[in-house]
């Protein structure tokens, strides 16, 4: 067992291979598959395993080893720019992220003294993930495809490299759209989680392209809860409203004009300056039923379940405009 991983010795032995899911063994800065059938081998990264599965991945082991930008640029950026990109107001925000980390640190704390919680797409801290992250009794293990300051597992959620009921919680925030086949992935979170352990999601739905060609798909609130069918619901509901998603429908709009990247960059800082305000008015608007067919995105927080929800009970839980809106209205 390796001490200087980043992750605890709990935590290692918890692993699997993400191939077979049969033990893996430490041996000189890698993790070898005891299957004699599969014998792959995974590096060790700067004190983080690389367990990716590359036959169902489209990642590589070579890409870390290397140290090539997947999802995240981690080439450095200069103090200059990183002071002017402060300087631009944003124009999303997060209504009820701070609130959904609360409600789910006291749930944790109560089914577990010491819970232990996957985080998926965890490089960098989720926004208004403090509230989790202050608990020093929670394990958290911040697993991604690109290394970052959180990291300390790359992994892909396709193939979750640990064993069967490993967590009290797993956390997927803004990461369901950057996965090309969520229903395994949520297959996978199912899997790992302990009986009645916790999952929380944060997925888009009115978001335009980010994160380049790893974005994939979109969820309607609907959508997002057949995705989580069988898990049984804590709450769900709009995460960033309509506001956000003008803002941003205006920006990429602007963008459309422009194909240099300094130009785009010109466009970005405009867009934010002149409907950053936008976002405000999602405080009010969180909760009405045009929001709901219009949200930038949506979060669904569960608790694993033997039963699944029956897509007749599904459609009973929509919250939008009744009636909805005709394509010829």
Not at 1 to 15: A, G, H, P, V
Request: with cysteine; glycine share 6%; net charge neutral.
């Amino acid at each position: 067992m390796i001490e200087t991983l980043k992750l605890t010795e709990s935590t290692q032995e918890q692993l699997c291979c993400p191939i077979c899911h049969s033990k893996l063994l430490e041996e000189a800065e890698i993790f070898l598959c005891t299957n004699s059938q599969c014998q792959a081998k995974f590096p060790i990264v700067d004190r983080i395993p690389v367990l990716i599965n590359e036959s169902a991945s489209i990642f590589s082991l070579r890409d870390f080893v290397d140290r090539q930008n997947t999802t995240f640029n981690i080439t450095p950026t200069s103090k200059i720019k990183r002071i002017l990109v402060n300087l631009v107001p944003q124009n999303s925000v997060n209504i009820q992220g701070s609130k959904n980390y609360k409600i789910l640190t006291e749930l944790l704390l109560k089914q577990s003294e010491k819970p232990k919680v996957l985080v998926l797409g965890g490089g960098i801290l989720g926004q208004g993930m403090e509230a989790l992250a202050s608990v020093p009794s929670i394990d958290i293990i911040a697993s991604d495809v690109s290394f970052g300051p959180e990291t300390s597992l790359i992994c892909d959620a396709h193939d979750i490299p640990f064993k069967d009921k490993s967590f009290d919680g797993v956390i997927a925030q803004a990461v369901l759209e950057h996965v090309v086949d969520p229903i395994r992935c949520v297959e996978e979170i199912h899997r790992v989680l302990k009986d009645n352990g916790l999952v929380y999601a944060e997925t888009p739905f009115m978001q335009q392209v980010h994160m380049g060609r790893y974005d994939f798909t979109r969820f309607t609130h609907l959508g997002h809860r057949r995705l989580f069918r069988k898990f049984e619901e804590v709450c769900s509901g709009v995460g960033c409203g309509s506001g956000m998603a003008l803002s941003w429908a205006y920006q990429y709009f602007l963008l459309s004009f422009f194909k240099s990247q300094v130009a785009q960059e010109f466009a970005i800082a405009f867009a934010r300056i002149t409907s950053f305000w936008l976002k405000y008015f999602d405080y009010y608007l969180v909760n009405k039923p045009g929001t709901f067919d219009g949200a930038s995105a949506y979060y669904f927080l569960g608790r694993k379940s033997d039963c699944v929800l029956s897509d007749r009970d599904l459609i009973k839980m929509y919250k939008g405009i009744r009636g909805g809106i005709s394509p010829e209205f």
